[in-house]
């Protein structure tokens, strides 16, 4: 057994709220001690109440800010790390989408392997103990690319939780070649079905044959909505409409969504209506859409200022209680040529871009409690009995020092272990 002594808990990862604690908006987290006993949390007490036990081990957090291991729910681990030989001299979506296509000729297994594994023991040193990767799954290369996660899934076992979803044209569902894509995905152990949605007079039609394959498979959805600045673009609307039609009980989720942020107020609620109606979960993937949305431009001698962040309406989507994740999204690809799997980086700046120091309380969870349920790990991202025993010790005592020094490199307790992982040098990315 192993003893935490005060660790500072932020107070919406507890099981309960502290009964009659004076909780500090900008400090909303409490001392707490904890007992673990081998792969769980055993105990969650008030500090300083967690008696002795002769046979623990006992650890001083000295007041530091402690997470439960953070939970990156949408990654795309296939496409990471690739900057390097195919970036994106645009800096456009259609840019990137080339870019990456052209890539694809290297995605040989021991190339995924390389790369994607080079990734999870990024997120491993940083923190990260859950990890849902979005797989490109087309009849060329989806077979290697899902088998490979399937590997890394066997390999990080008892270390890092890998999810996979498959990721093909909503379009591919109206065929044949749809079930086939999403066969192929369940088969080496995805989670969900997805896809990339298009806005057009097909997609009710797409949408409903999605659904009713991941119903008849008994899996969730989750998809890309709406990743651009056109406010015509609907498909976070179309996709709450479709649950609804169906009457899907099962998990839906649905990252980007940006163009509601530039639609008109009205119809943007009505949308959030009808998502939180379809119990729809939201991931907001800020670092990217930042990177890549309102690019002006590209092709003019000189860059413009874009004149919004890219992110979707975080704040309208929690205040109608529709639950909000964010995560690292693209990584060092075309679509985002920076990143380090680092979720409180990702945090911290989620915290700045979407002004989230105004729910302090609430903004923890987008990169643990909420992520997990999400993705459908309720015994993660927590810090409760019961929950899994992965802890991040920061090197923070207060928000304001995490928010401002998110890359410190944390302690971490995995079990009963304490230990302090290291990220891998980017020498070893480099292609000889």
């Not at 088969?187 to 044959?209: C, K, N, T, V, W």
């Not at 860059?303 to 704040?315: A, E, F, M, Y």
Request: aromatic share 6%; charged share 20%; hydrophobic share 45%.
């Amino acid at each position: 057994m192993l003893i935490v002594r005060r660790a500072r808990v932020p107070v919406s990862l507890l099981p309960v709220r502290p009964v009659g604690a004076q909780i500090d908006a900008l400090e909303p987290a409490v001392l707490c001690d904890l007992a673990i006993d081998g792969d769980r949390i055993a105990a969650v007490v008030p500090g300083g109440q967690l008696d002795s036990h002769p046979a623990a081990r006992e650890f001083d957090a000295g007041g530091s800010l402690v997470f439960p291991g953070f939970v990156d729910a949408h990654v795309h681990l296939d496409k990471t790390h690739t900057w390097h030989r195919a970036p994106n001299r645009s800096g456009t979506f259609m840019g990137a989408l080339q870019a990456l296509a052209d890539d694809k000729v290297h995605w040989s297994e021991a190339d995924l392997h390389r790369r994607a594994g080079f990734a999870l023991r990024c997120a491993w040193a940083h923190g990260t103990r859950a990890i849902r990767t979005h797989v490109d799954t087309g009849p060329e290369w989806g077979e290697r690319s899902h088998a490979v996660m399937a590997a890394l899934r066997r390999e990080w076992a008892g270390r890092i939780t890998l999810q996979a979803v498959p990721l093909c044209g909503g379009s591919d569902y109206l065929s044949a070649a749809g079930e086939r894509l999403a066969d192929l995905a369940l088969r080496h152990g995805a989670s969900a079905l997805g896809g990339f949605l298009i806005m057009s007079g097909e997609l009710p039609a797409q949408l409903d044959r999605m659904l009713a394959i991941a119903f008849e498979r008994g899996v969730g959805v989750d998809l890309h909505v709406d990743e651009s600045g056109n406010p015509q673009a609907e498909c976070l609307r179309l996709v709450a409409e479709a649950v609804l039609r169906a009457g899907f009980s099962l998990p839906v989720v649905c990252g980007h969504c940006c163009s509601l942020a530039v639609q008109d107020h009205a119809r943007a609620q009505s949308t959030i209506a009808l998502v939180r109606e379809a119990r729809i979960g939201i991931i907001s993937l800020p670092e990217c859409n930042l990177y890549l949305q309102d690019r002006r431009g590209a092709d003019a001698p000189f860059p413009r200022t874009p004149l919004w962040r890219g992110i979707t309406l975080v704040h309208d989507l929690m205040d109608a209680g529709i639950p909000v994740a964010c995560a690292s999204d693209n990584v060092r690809d075309a679509l985002h040529a920076f990143g380090d799997y680092n979720l409180a980086e990702v945090y911290a700046q989620s915290v700045r871009l979407a002004h989230l120091d105004a729910r302090l309380e609430d903004s923890v969870r987008v990169v643990t409690r909420t992520a997990a349920d999400l993705i459908g790990l309720p015994d993660r991202g927590r810090i409760a009995p019961g929950a899994a025993a992965h802890l991040v010790v920061l090197e923070a005592h207060r928000f304001s020092e995490l928010l401002s020094r998110p890359s410190a490199s944390p302690l971490c307790i995995d079990a009963e272990e304490i230990h302090r992982p290291s990220v891998p040098p980017f020498a070893e990315l480099n292609d000889r």
